[in-house]
Structure formats: structure tokens, C-alpha cells
């Protein structure tokens, strides 16, 4: 079993910042790519920032500039840091991360949601 779990949204006036949390916990040989996706209503979900084990980073082109993406690897933990923001980023937040538990089996898993609400 692999457990995602998010935490840090809330409720943020335009142009403040939420710093996006997320630990991966469970039975875990390795983890690959991790990132961030969001979901808005009737939506898909897409992606918003995703890193990789050498901590490659990449962006959808209306997060870049504001948003940042990290990871601490001792800590199976990914962290999304949410400048600047606007309500059009309003949404539900997820994690994704991709999980070996063992040298041959894994997959990709996801968390359960945090809510972002950019609003005066």
C-alpha cells in the first residue's frame, strides 16, 4: 500500500501565496517523477508542475514565473509553493507520485485533494 497525503490549502486573497505539501508513506522502494496537477470543475485534471529524482523541473506555461516545485527525498516529500496568486487558480490540488514497491512493480499514485480558493 502507498498513501499520498496532501496538505496546505486554504483560502488566499489574490496575489498571496499557500505553500502546498505532500508525503508519501507506505511500503516504498523508490520514487521516481512527482508533481502537482489541478482540477477544476467538470474538468480534467492537468498537470501544474512536476520534478524528477535529479529535480528536473517543468511547468504549465500559466504557473511559470509564480509557482514554484521541490522535493526532499529523505523525507518522500514534494512541495508546491504558490506565489502571486489569482483566482483562475482556484481548484483542487493533487499529488501525483510515481512509486516502485519493489525492483518491478509500481505505479503511478495519487493523493486525495486539497482544495486552493483565491478570493477577496
Known amino acids: 500500500q502507498v498513501h499520498l497525503v496532501e496538505s496546505g490549502g486554504g483560502l488566499v486573497q489574490p496575489g498571496g501565496s499557500l505553500r502546498l505539501s505532500c508525503v508519501v508513506s507506505?511500503?516504498?522502494?523508490?520514487?521516481?517523477?512527482m508533481g502537482w496537477y489541478r482540477q477544476y470543475p467538470g474538468k480534467e485534471r492537468e498537470l501544474v508542475a512536476q520534478?524528477?529524482?535529479?529535480?528536473?523541473?517543468d511547468f504549465a506555461d500559466s504557473v511559470k514565473g509564480r509557482f514554484t516545485i521541490s522535493r526532499d527525498n529523505a523525507k518522500n516529500s514534494v512541495y508546491l509553493q504558490m506565489n502571486s496568486l489569482k483566482p483562475e487558480d482556484t481548484a483542487v490540488y493533487y499529488c501525483?507520485?510515481?512509486?516502485?514497491?519493489?525492483?518491478?512493480?509500481?505505479?503511478?499514485?495519487w493523493g486525495q485533494g486539497t482544495q486552493v480558493t483565491v478570493s477577496a
Open positions: 501525483q507520485a510515481g512509486v516502485r514497491t519493489s525492483a518491478t512493480t509500481g505505479g503511478f499514485y
Open positions: 507506505g511500503h516504498i522502494f523508490s520514487i521516481s517523477n
Open positions: 520534478i524528477s529524482i535529479t529535480s528536473t523541473t
